[in-house]
């Protein structure tokens, strides 16, 4: 490029002086290097052409004053004119022989030096390479580089190098403590398995393969219960953890218009909004009941929903709470203290039902199976008819059979005790006979007058032989008078100001109960005693009686989305 | 009188922003506590607030583009700047009540902390905005920076010659206090109203703040003046130091006020530019990991 320099010193006022300059890039400045001296002018300008004559300007920084605004680099057409450092560069039309002109007036003296830097103000750094570079450093390292690792194990060993952000900055929240374990705490891909997907229901059953669904979803297919997301209810990273809904809408949602969905043959579900004495219907009660006479074909569960006073228990066992928890009546073998509801029903770990009352370790130390005064150490087994008849057929028939024993049985006779049978002195035939005779006699009497007849239901058949003949019911207790609900004896044992089987009776009117078929279930009431949703008493929620997840349900594993 | 991006349409924004409030509060309140979840940004009504946050801060953004567009037709830019005042000023408590102040070593709390970052240099440069111009006028007693550094020029070439005037070594230190005047210098030093100004006495150059140095020095000699013409020179030159201290005060301080007034730009804009790139991975993040 030849460029034609045009001097003017002062104001423009003074002398002129025209200066020949070529070279590609010209540099004019302060110092040493520059290619014309410029004193004072402290960011040096460099000149080069473009086209049609119009000169190229640039400084290292945003020196140049143009239109009010600092820039880096601008371009001048003829007559058009820049500002830098005290001077200012005006472009003109060069004469022949020249692609371009250019004058340079003003005077860099250190007093435009001075003012220009308090015109200019402050500047500590470009807004726009800060905006830049903020924006650069945000979305690779809080985007690009946690994405990339998601599928590339190289990018992910940089990211788990400490201080460097991963995917576990995008995480909206602390997961919920169960889930803080190996393997799915520190690996969002562990449940996040497709960008951009939601959670599939696969990922939970993984872990959870035994949960279930509500409900059969065969059953209720409209419902399209496998439908809705396991997280639809269960959402993670939220704080405070709230991984499974308390809320009583979970429940009401649907169950407040039953009528809306359900199938119109089952008229068992009621309409619910609270528990409270009208948002709530009578609880349903289970019992087993007898299918035919002496459960000949079975045992049925069924639920009515009625008071329990006025249902029946069909366990088939007799027995009197009330003489069992009488002082006067009934004391504990050892201590001879009275009964405590505790002597036999025992809570379970889950503090919901109660260890079985067995003849065993609950009945046998008062009600022994005894039954031959010379020999009261020997006790029929329990629970076994034809073990019993055979018992006894063993014990007379060896009594009768060593003669020894006959001699002794006939010379003694034996204090006569209470609620035994005195047996037969002298009996004459064969050992054999005579044993099968008192066997039958004495099966007799244990299964029509005292013994077995004593708590079970008998049934004499009118056979011939004693083992047909006696026909003792097979007795079922009801475990689980609620199926439908869950309860803690346990968190209820501590009642403000009751203490022992008071608490018990409270709820359980067993010391006034002289029936077995008595139910000492409470009812509704009971509970809307302390937990009525209208009373501001001690408010239980839906999921603090029942659960959701029901063994009735399909299990989820078959119907989720895998 | 309240300036016009305050008072504008008769506090129309104020308005405008006091029911986004009222609105964004009632919709926050009606988040169930009881239900899935706790009143976040997950729930339908955290989402809505998260959507007019980001809509907002989208909004808030493009006043930097409707100040340079001169002919558009989208309103005044005093409306504008109005409206992104208390805009501004309202989203605080709409992105507050969008993430119910659940807050985390997360990218979600970065775009919440770089909006807060924004919105307080929005409001440091609203205060300057209203306080500072005031104290700019009254600093410069109706002047220009061109009028004030003409009357520094004419005050230094009146010294040079004074100096020209007195032995060497009188030349010399008077020379160096001018050319070893600074005005401006780092944006700290600026913003700080530092005075870096140096004078050389003998061989070494001190610290001649505010010009005390060089004027000290020149009073010092005043005894010492062998001469009438010399004491005479000295008290002139005295003079014309005393009437320089002035305008460099009144300068340097003009030049404080005006950093002051842009220093909140150069983090405004910057972080506002870093908040919109976090709200993109705010908002991605969220439907990557959904």
């Given at each position: 490029m030849q460029l034609l320099l045009r001097r003017r010193s002062g104001d423009g006022q003074g002398e002129t002086l025209d200066h020949e300059l070529s070279g590609k890039t010209l540099r004019l400045g302060a110092s040493a290097r520059a290619d014309f001296q410029l004193p004072g002018?402290?960011?040096?300008?460099?000149?080069?052409?473009?086209?049609?004559?119009?000169?190229?300007?640039?400084?290292?920084?945003?020196?140049?004053?143009?239109?009010?605004?600092?820039?880096?680099?601008?371009?001048?057409?003829?007559?058009?004119?820049?500002?830098?450092?005290?001077?200012?560069?005006?472009?003109?039309?060069?004469?022949?022989?020249?692609?371009?002109?250019?004058?340079?007036?003003?005077?860099?003296?250190?007093?435009s030096v001075l003012t220009a830097e308090v015109q200019r103000g402050i500047r500590p750094w470009s807004t726009r390479r800060f905006s830049w570079l903020a924006a650069g450093l945000i979305l690779a390292l809080f985007l690009i580089l946690p994405f990339l690792a998601i599928d590339n194990p190289a990018v992910a060993r940089f990211t788990s190098l400490p201080g460097i952000p991963d995917d576990r900055h995008w995480s909206s929240g602390e997961l919920s403590s169960v889930h803080r374990a190996a393997g799915v705490a520190e690996d969002c891909s562990a449940c996040h398995q497709k960008p951009f997907e939601m959670v599939r229901d696969g990922v939970c059953t993984d872990c959870h393969q035994r949960i279930r669904e509500h409900a059969d979803v065969h059953e209720f297919a409209g419902l399209d219960l496998p439908g809705e997301r396991c997280a639809g209810c269960h959402r993670e990273h939220n704080e405070p953890a709230r991984l499974v809904r308390q809320d009583n809408p979970l429940c009401t949602d649907?169950?407040?218009?039953?009528?809306?969905?359900?199938?119109?043959?089952?008229?068992?579900?009621?309409?619910?909004?609270?528990?409270?004495?009208?948002?709530?219907?009578?609880?349903?009660?289970?019992?087993?009941?007898?299918?035919?006479?002496?459960?000949?074909?079975?045992?049925?569960?069924?639920?009515?929903?009625?008071?329990?006073?006025?249902?029946?228990?069909?366990?088939?066992?007799?027995?009197?709470?009330?003489?069992?928890?009488?002082?006067?009546?009934?004391q504990t073998p050892n201590s001879r203290e009275a009964l405590a509801c505790a002597s036999c029903h025992v809570p379970k770990d889950s503090g919901e039902h109660f260890e079985p009352v067995r003849m065993?370790?609950?009945?046998?130390?008062?009600?022994?199976?005894?039954?031959?005064?010379f020999d009261p150490q020997v006790e029929l087994p329990h629970g076994n008819t034809r073990a019993a008849f055979e018992a006894l057929e063993a014990h007379f028939i060896r009594e009768f059979t060593d003669p020894e024993l006959r001699a002794e049985r006939s010379v003694q006779k034996p204090r006569r005790?209470?609620?035994?049978?005195?047996?037969?002195?002298?009996?004459?035939?064969?050992?054999?006979?005579?044993g099968l005779r008192e066997a039958a006699s004495e099966a007799r009497y244990q299964f029509a007058e005292t013994g077995c007849v004593t708590c079970h239901e008998v049934s004499d058949t009118g056979a011939d032989t004693p083992i047909d003949r006696w026909f003792v019911h097979p007795v079922k207790l009801t475990v689980d008078w609620y199926s439908q609900s869950r309860f803690s004896h346990q968190s209820h044992l501590n009642l403000a100001g009751r203490s022992g089987d008071a608490i018990c009776l409270d709820c359980h009117a067993a010391d006034t109960s002289q029936k077995a078929t008595d139910v000492l279930m409470p009812a509704k009431d009971n509970c809307l005693g302390c937990h009525d949703a209208n009373r501001q008493s001690v408010a239980v929620d839906c999921v603090g009686c029942h659960q959701f997840h029901r063994p009735e349900g399909t299990p989820s594993v078959e119907v989720r989305d895998l | 009188m309240l300036p016009n991006i305050v008072s504008y349409a008769r506090f129309r924004y104020l308005w405008l922003a006091l029911l986004l409030i009222a609105a964004s509060m009632a919709l926050y309140f009606s988040q169930a506590t009881d239900g899935a979840q706790p009143r976040n940004g997950g729930t339908w009504q955290g989402y809505t607030l998260g959507t007019l946050g980001a809509l907002l801060i989208v909004w808030l953004s493009l006043l930097g583009v409707r100040k340079r567009s001169y002919r558009s037709a989208m309103g005044r830019v005093q409306g504008w700047t109005s409206a992104h005042v208390y805009?501004?000023?309202?989203?605080?408590?709409?992105?507050?009540?969008?993430?119910?102040?659940?807050?985390?070593?997360?990218?979600?709390?970065?775009a919440y902390v770089l909006m807060c970052l924004v919105v307080l240099s929005g409001i440091y440069g609203l205060y300057v905005y209203l306080a500072l111009?005031?104290?700019?006028?009254?600093?410069?007693?109706?002047?220009?920076?061109?009028?004030?550094?003409?009357?520094?020029?004419?005050?230094?070439?009146?010294?040079?010659?004074?100096?020209?005037?007195?032995?060497?070594?009188?030349?010399?230190?008077?020379?160096?206090?001018?050319?070893?005047?600074?005005?401006?210098?780092?944006?700290?030093?600026?913003?700080?109203?530092?005075?870096?100004?140096?004078?050389?006495?003998?061989?070494?150059?001190?610290?001649?703040?505010?010009?005390?140095?060089?004027?000290?020095?020149?009073?010092?000699?005043?005894?010492?003046?062998?001469?009438?013409?010399?004491?005479?020179?000295?008290?002139?030159l005295l003079d014309m130091f005393g009437r320089r201290q002035v305008l460099l005060r009144?300068?340097?301080?003009?030049?404080?006020?005006?950093?002051?007034?842009?220093?909140?730009?150069?983090?405004?804009?910057?972080l506002t530019v870093a908040l919109l790139f976090a709200l993109v991975v705010h908002v991605l993040s969220v439907f990557i990991y959904w």
């Open positions: 002018l402290q960011k040096e300008v460099r000149v080069s052409a473009g086209r049609n004559a119009i000169l190229r300007l640039s400084c290292r920084t945003a020196a140049l004053q143009r239109d009010g605004a600092l820039v880096k680099t601008t371009t001048l057409a003829p007559g058009e004119a820049v500002d830098a450092g005290g001077y200012r560069f005006r472009a003109f039309a060069a004469p022949t022989g020249f692609d371009a002109g250019l004058e340079i007036t003003g005077d860099a003296n250190y007093i649907c169950h407040a218009s039953p009528d809306a969905w359900r199938d119109v043959s089952d008229t068992e579900l009621l309409a619910v909004h609270a528990f409270s004495a009208d948002g709530h219907p009578e609880f349903r009660l289970s019992r087993w009941v007898p299918d035919g006479d002496g459960a000949a074909h079975g045992w049925r569960l069924q639920r009515t929903r009625a008071a329990p006073a006025t249902l029946t228990d069909e366990s088939q066992l007799k027995f009197n709470h009330e003489v069992h928890l009488d002082r006067d009546k009934v065993d370790t609950h009945c046998r130390d008062c009600h022994s199976l005894n039954f031959d005064p005790l209470p609620g035994k049978r005195m047996g037969e002195a002298s009996c004459e035939g064969s050992g054999l006979d005579c | 805009l501004g000023l309202a989203l605080l408590v709409v992105a507050t009540l969008h993430c119910a102040l659940q807050f985390g070593l997360n990218v979600h709390t970065l111009p005031g104290s700019l006028a009254a600093n410069n007693a109706g002047r220009d920076i061109a009028a004030s550094s003409r009357e520094l020029e004419d005050i230094d070439r009146q010294i040079s010659r004074l100096a020209a005037r007195g032995d060497a070594d009188l030349s010399a230190v008077v020379d160096s206090a001018l050319e070893l005047t600074r005005l401006g210098g780092t944006t700290w030093t600026v913003l700080r109203g530092r005075d870096r100004s140096r004078v050389r006495v003998g061989s070494t150059a001190v610290d001649n703040r505010d010009q005390s140095a060089v004027i000290a020095h020149l009073a010092s000699r005043v005894p010492r003046a062998s001469r009438r013409r010399e004491a005479e020179l000295l008290n002139e009144r300068l340097r301080r003009d030049a404080r006020l005006r950093g002051l007034m842009q220093i909140w730009l150069f983090f405004h804009i910057p």
